[in-house]
Nanobody, 123 residues
Framework: QAQLVESGGGLVQAGGSLRLSCVVSGLTFSHYSMGWFRQAPGKEREFVAAIGWSAANTYYADSVKGRFTISRDDALNTAYLQMSGLKPEDTAVYYC????????????????WGQGTQVTVSS
């Protein structure tokens, strides 16, 4: 059974950085596109960033372009989200996602979800 485990969340001041990790087991990691989504209190889950199974293609929400970078290491079955220039509006629970689809940019396309990790940005 597939399992996605996120880590790296925490409390950071505005302008700071965090790196989220998502370790995947129970599936052939290199065959899956990976994505990060986030959900703030009272809001719907929204797309943040995605990377194709070949890592050749990356996608970002407009709100994080230039500040966040998604990457993957197939040897470690791990996806990463490097976040810099954090803002209070980035505060949310961040979820890792995996899909056999070409890109992990839409929630209906997601096959597997992680349990989430909290990111809190103070002003």
């Amino acid at each position: 059974q597939a399992q996605l485990v996120e880590s790296g969340g925490g409390l950071v001041q505005a302008g700071g950085s965090l790196r989220l990790s998502c370790v995947v087991s129970g599936l052939t990691f290199s065959h899956y596109s990976m994505g990060w989504f986030r959900q703030a209190p009272g809001k719907e889950r929204e797309f943040v960033a995605a990377i194709g199974w070949s890592a050749a293609n990356t996608y970002y929400a407009d709100s994080v372009k230039g500040r966040f970078t998604i990457s993957r290491d197939d040897a470690l079955n791990t996806a990463y989200l490097q976040m810099s220039g954090l803002k209070p509006e980035d505060t949310a629970v961040y979820y890792c996602a995996a899909t056999r689809s070409l890109s992990a940019t839409r929630t209906p396309a997601i096959d597997y979800w992680g349990q989430g990790t909290q990111v809190t940005v103070s002003s």
